[in-house]
């Protein structure tokens, strides 16, 4: 049995579908610049196909944004 963590992998073509920001164009700005950013940490290349895992970039947008909640 395999302990996997559990993660949505989305194409940036299909990442509007499910959520309303970035925008695909955005989101292709991010991974052009993946190495400039940090957005490695989110992107996974399958052959050409750049897949969003939706799980880490929450959390990278969580940790460029300071945190989260302000109460």
């Known amino acids: 049995m395999t302990d996997r963590?559990?993660?949505r992998l989305l194409?940036?073509?299909?990442?509007?579908?499910?959520?309303?920001?970035?925008s695909a164009a955005g989101l292709r700005w991010y991974v052009?610049?993946?190495n400039e950013?940090?957005?490695n940490a989110w992107i996974?290349?399958?052959g050409r196909r750049v897949l969003i895992d939706e799980a880490?970039?929450?959390a990278w947008?969580?940790?460029r944004?300071?945190?989260g909640s302000r109460e």
């Open 5 to 7: 963590t559990s993660t």
């Open 11 to 22: 194409p940036v073509a299909l990442w509007t579908r499910f959520h309303p920001w970035p």
């Open 32 to 34: 052009f610049n993946a």
């Open 37 to 39: 950013n940090g957005a």
């Open 44 to 46: 996974r290349r399958v």
């Open 56 to 58: 880490a970039f929450f």
């Open 61 to 63: 947008v969580k940790e």
């Open 65 to 67: 944004s300071g945190g």
